[in-house]
T-cell receptor, first 116, second 109 residues
Framework: EAQVTQNPRYLITVTGKKLTVTCSQN?????MSWYRQDPGLGLRQIYY???????DKGDVPEGYKVSRKEKRNFPLILESPSPNQTSLYFC???????????????FGQGTRLTVV | EDQVTQSPEALRLQEGESSSLNCSYT??????LFWYRQDPGKGPEFLFT???AGEEKEKERLKATLTKKESFLHITAPKPEDSATYLC??????????FGAGTTVTVRA
């Protein structure tokens, strides 16, 4: 089954304790992204990756790191989490554009992070 | 400036009461418009892609249409299981989708 898998689904942590949220896709997609979703603010892109070893900042990258060492995996790292990073996080993957047509993104089930 | 605006924010329907959701966009040179369904606490689930004005896509009770400035998601004879938040998105570039804030649909039996 084609899917994007995130872990963990729920996480409660304390301020400053480093954490990693994993993301893996089995569709051989080139593009992967991380989004956060907050009430009233919708989905905002944190970081994206165009391919292995190629990443760039999205709209809200402060306080986050990513890496893409393998095509299927795209972990999100919070080196020193703060309460304002409490949010619902989604990983997504897409095939590269076909001609002029952008392709749909497939999303993971989400990680609800609470930083106290 | 917002690229994608959805209306209404919320829609309460009786079972069987058809209605439409609107998604207007300002990006030029549209390279796809995407509709997603999202259940509370879950990831967005892909519904449709539309590429050109006049295009229509259907899936069960849902039909999406596209004009040069907006898209509509029509829900025909909705059932309670159609209750969800519906999101539309357009590509800013090859790597980023801009999402609207969504329309939360509640269908009462």
């Amino acid at each position: 089954e084609a899917q994007v898998t995130q872990n963990p689904r729920y996480l409660i942590t304390v301020t400053g304790k480093k954490l990693t949220v994993t993301c893996s896709q089995n569709m051989n997609h080139e593009y992967m992204s991380w989004y956060r979703q907050d009430p009233g603010l919708g989905l905002r892109q944190i970081y994206y990756s165009m391919n292995v070893e190629v990443t760039d900042k999205g709209d809200v990258p402060e306080g986050y790191k990513v890496s893409r060492k393998e095509k299927r995996n795209f972990p999100l790292i919070l080196e020193s989490p703060s309460p304002n990073q409490t949010s619902l996080y989604f990983c997504a993957s897409r095939r590269r554009r076909i001609g002029f047509m952008n392709t749909e993104a497939f999303f993971g089930q989400g990680t609800r992070l609470t930083v106290v | 400036e917002d690229q994608v605006t959805q209306s209404p924010e919320a829609l309460r329907l009786q079972e069987g009461e058809s209605s439409s959701l609107n998604c207007s966009y300002t990006v030029s040179g549209l390279r796809g418009l995407f509709w997603y369904r999202q259940d509370p606490g879950k990831g967005p689930e892909f519904l449709f892609t539309l590429y050109s004005a006049g295009e229509e896509k259907e899936k069960e009770r849902l039909k999406a249409t596209l004009t040069k400035k907006e898209s509509f998601l029509h829900i025909t004879a909705p059932k309670p299981e159609d209750s969800a938040t519906y999101l539309c998105a357009v590509p800013d570039n090859d790597y980023k989708l801009s999402f609207g804030a969504g329309t939360t649909v509640t269908v009462r039996a």
